[in-house]
């Protein structure tokens, strides 16, 4: 009897391009950090959003799994991993968090999204 067949490995993920999405807050503009996952040319991206004490990274492992058939975009809201601070601390509110997450929709994503969030990132 011959020995079982090896399975062969899943193929590694293609890192994820990091993109920095110029936004504009009442004070000037600011810098918010995105990871971008997955073909552009995939149906319906999935946009991944945080909530208030976390980071993009939290969903990396999610981003991994589904990027062979989806496009994935993990933002870091203003204020939190590698997204530039707000001059004010006053302008950290979700307003301001929806329109820094539309401009990052605008750069990464065409037409409809599904929306993944935690926490705060549910309510954006």
Known sequence: MSPAPTPMPAPAAEPARTLAVRAINPKG?????????????????????????????DFEPLARALAGERRVVC??????GESDW??????????????D????????????????????????
Not at 29 to 57: K, N, Q, S, W
Not at 103 to 123: F, H, K, Y
């Open 29 to 57: 503009f600011h810098m918010i950090a995105c990871d971008v996952r997955g073909p552009e040319t995939a149906r319906r991206p999935i946009v991944c959003v945080h909530g208030l004490t976390r980071h993009r990274g």
């Open 75 to 80: 933002p870091d809201l203003a204020g939190r």
């Open 86 to 99: 707000l001059p004010d601390p006053s302008d950290y509110h979700v307003a301001q968090y929806n329109c």
């Open 101 to 124: 997450l539309t401009i990052v929709m605008a750069a990464t994503c065409r037409g409809e999204v599904d929306w993944i969030g935690t926490s705060l990132g549910g309510l954006c």
